[in-house]
C-alpha cells in the first residue's frame, strides 16, 4: 500500500523525532510512504478558537494533498479527529477527495491495530510504561474506553505496546482523565491546565512508571513542561518512538535544566 503521512506542525516544529520515528515504523511495516509537499497545519488551532473562516482555506489545502493515497496516517490523535470528525462543515457532503480522504485518515496505533492486523516488528523496550489517553483519542476515534459511557471498546495503544518486548505497562487509577492541556486552553486556563497536569503526573508517578507514553505528543509537551518544573525525573515518549525501540535518556534532568 502507498500511505501519506501527515506530519502535525507542532510536532514538525518541536519534536521532529518523533515524525522520524513513526516513517520507520511505517516503512518497517512494508507500508511505501510518501510525505507530500507542502503540508501543513491541520486548522484545528484556528477551528477551536473559533476562525472558521480560516480554517477553510487550511482545511481543502489538506484535501487537495492527500486525496488519492490508499491511507493518511498521523501521530497524532488530535489531528486525525479533526479531520475525521470536524472537516464536514467546509465541504459538500458528496465531496468525493473529501469524503476518501476522511474515511481513509488514521492516527497512528488505529491504523496498525486496524488496518494493519495489529503486528509490530520485533523490538525491545525494557521500561515500566504508563499509558496517557488523549481525550481526542479517546472520545472521538474510540481508541479504549471511557469512564463515562458504558461501552467497552479495546485499548489500541496498550494493544500495540503490549507486543513491545520488556515492557511493562503499569495501572493508573484514573485511566482516562485530561491532562488539562487542549490548545489555547492551556493558555486561556492557564492555573485549571497546570493543576490537571499536575493530577495526571501524581497518578503515572505513583504507578512505579519509568516514562509515560501517548499517542499525541501535544499533551506529552504539556506534561513535560510540568515535569522539568517539578525537577521530576518521569520522562514523556511518544508511542512511536518506543515501537522503534528508541531508548530512554540517561539525565533527562541535565537535558532540561541546559534547555
Same mark, same amino acid.
Given at each position: ?127 515500566? &510504561? +504508563?499509558?496517557?489517553? =488523549? $481525550? ?6 474510540? %481508541?479504549?474506553? !471511557?469512564?463515562? #459511557? ?62 509515560? &507514553? +501517548?499517542?499525541?505528543? =501535544? $499533551? ?6 510540568? %515535569?522539568?518544573? !517539578?525537577?521530576? #525525573? ?26
Amino acid at each position: 500500500m502507498t500511505v501519506a503521512l501527515f506530519v502535525p506542525c507542532y510536532i514538525d516544529q518541536f519534536f521532529p523525532q518523533v515524525a522520524v520515528a513513526t516513517l520507520e515504523l511505517l516503512e518497517s511495516l512494508g507500508l511505501d510512504v510518501v510525505f507530500p509537499d507542502g503540508q501543513t497545519c491541520c486548522g484545528q488551532p484556528m477551528a477551536n478558537t473559533g476562525c472558521n473562516s480560516d480554517t477553510a482555506p487550511v482545511a481543502r489545502r489538506f484535501v487537495e494533498l492527500f486525496a488519492g493515497y490508499d491511507a493518511v496516517i498521523c501521530p497524532s490523535g488530535s489531528c486525525t479527529a479533526m479531520v475525521r470528525h470536524h472537516y464536514a462543515e467546509y465541504f459538500a457532503d458528496d465531496d468525493p477527495a473529501f469524503t476518501s480522504v476522511r474515511d481513509r485518515t488514521f492516527e497512528l496505533c488505529e491504523y496498525i491495530h486496524d488496518v494493519h492486523g495489529g503486528r509490530i516488528p520485533d523490538v525491545c523496550f525494557p521500561h515500566r &510504561v +504508563s499509558v496517557h489517553q =488523549s $481525550c481526542h483519542g479517546l472520545r472521538e476515534l474510540g %481508541l479504549g474506553s !471511557q469512564s463515562e #459511557r458504558m461501552v467497552q471498546r479495546p485499548d489500541k495503544v496498550a494493544a500495540v505496546l503490549n507486543q513491545v518486548q520488556g515492557i511493562e505497562l503499569m495501572p493508573l487509577t484514573r485511566v482516562d482523565e485530561c491532562c488539562g492541556f487542549g490548545g489555547t486552553f492551556a493558555v486561556n486556563e492557564a492555573d485549571v491546565s497546570a493543576a490537571m497536569g499536575r493530577d495526571r503526573i501524581a497518578d503515572h508517578s505513583g504507578s512505579g512508571s519509568e516514562v509515560i &507514553v +501517548s499517542a499525541d505528543m =501535544s $499533551c506529552l509537551m504539556h506534561l513535560q513542561g510540568i %515535569l522539568r518544573r !517539578q525537577q521530576n #525525573r518521569l520522562q514523556v515518549m511518544h508511542v512511536s518512538e518506543v515501537l522503534v525501540g528508541r531508548e530512554l535518556e540517561t539525565a533527562p534532568l541535565a537535558a532540561a535544566q541546559r534547555s
